[in-house]
């Protein structure tokens, strides 16, 4: 998924012209030529956050680590919110510490992806064959026909709703759905749908926090986790939310290997094992957890899980 930058200006057109030759250079691969740019920009104006953050991606096209992560954490300390993600690229050059040694995205930076993405998010989606719902939907479906049990909700909660994809898919099996997402303008989206009772915009696991336990009966998430490091607070609040038989119900992107990774592309994958354990803890029984993919990517499927669990 990819948006495009956020324009952050220098306040000097001049500079803000560089930023713009700067870029194009990077595109055509020419990044050392980039670098000279940027570096003489951000000498001119020491304020500029999008002229440090470029810096640190073209000495990163260098594979001068060093001296991206230095970039980096100039422009995480010239913006508090990190609404260019500077502290995601440094968590990828392993300068941050978090689960496994990696820090989680900034609620800044994934708010402001969504809210320069919206327009355009479901056109996208669909050229990347997103069948997040779909697959929320049915394993939701056999789970409880395996149990015997009405695919029927009073009460859901949907995580990181976004435009309402996942609500619509669920539309005739929850009677009253409400919906939280990072992004205003993602939730203003999900509002014209009309299938959610409440929205707001915020964090997941303050969404939850702020409720009393035990009164949901489903808990969803399509597409959201693989924005979260650390499953556990997530996990954790949703046990405490739902009532006893309550399911929770997500998919995650994953990988071979153990525990939790950042990739490329700025998303988290879940090992296997690491989703597992994560639900154990949480005291939420694992009902189904099947390989499927979400979304595709270079023309090729990402490695995904769809994962029903219960408050047994």
């Known amino acids: 998924m990819s948006t495009g930058p956020l324009h952050l200006s220098s306040g000097d057109p001049a500079i803000d012209r560089r930023l713009e030759w700067a870029r194009a250079l990077l595109d055509e691969g020419n990044a050392a030529d980039a670098v000279e740019l940027l570096a003489e920009a951000v000498k001119r104006a020491p304020q500029f956050l999008s002229g440090w953050f470029l810096l640190g991606e073209a000495r990163e096209a260098m594979d001068d680590r ?20 500077a502290g995601a690229r440094l968590a990828r050059l392993g300068q941050q510490t978090g689960i496994g040694g990696r820090a989680g995205l900034g609620a800044g ?24 719902p779909e697959l929320v939907a049915g394993a939701l479906e056999a789970v409880c026909a395996a149990q015997g049990r009405p695919f029927h909700f009073e009460a859901g909660l949907d995580l990181g709703c976004g435009t309402g994809l996942v609500g619509v898919a669920l539309a005739s099996q929850v009677e009253r759905l409400e919906g939280v997402d990072l992004s205003p303008n993602m939730v203003a989206l999900a509002q014209a749908r009309g299938v959610y009772a409440a929205l707001e915009a915020g964090d997941m696991v303050d969404f939850l926090r702020a409720r009393e336990g035990g009164v949901a009966d489903l808990v969803v998430a399509g597409d959201a986790f693989c924005y979260l490091d650390a499953l556990d607070p997530i996990l954790t609040e949703s046990h405490r939310v739902l009532r006893a038989g309550g399911l929770v119900a997500f998919t995650v992107e994953t990988h071979g290997g153990e525990g939790v990774i950042l990739r490329d592309t700025l998303r ?6 690491y989703v597992r354990e994560a639900l154990a803890e949480a005291g939420l029984a694992l009902r189904l957890c099947e390989a499927q993919s979400t979304r595709m990517e270079k023309n090729a499927p990402v490695p995904g899980l769809i994962v029903v669990a219960e408050k047994s």
């Open 66 to 85: 060093a001296g991206a992560a230095a970039a980096y954490e100039r422009a995480l300390a010239l913006d508090g919110e990190d609404r260019l993600g």
């Open 109 to 132: 930076y994934v708010r402001t992806l969504f809210d320069q993405y919206a327009a355009r998010f479901d056109d996208a989606l669909a050229r990347l064959g997103y069948r997040g």
């Open 268 to 273: 988290y994958a879940h090992g296997e094992a």
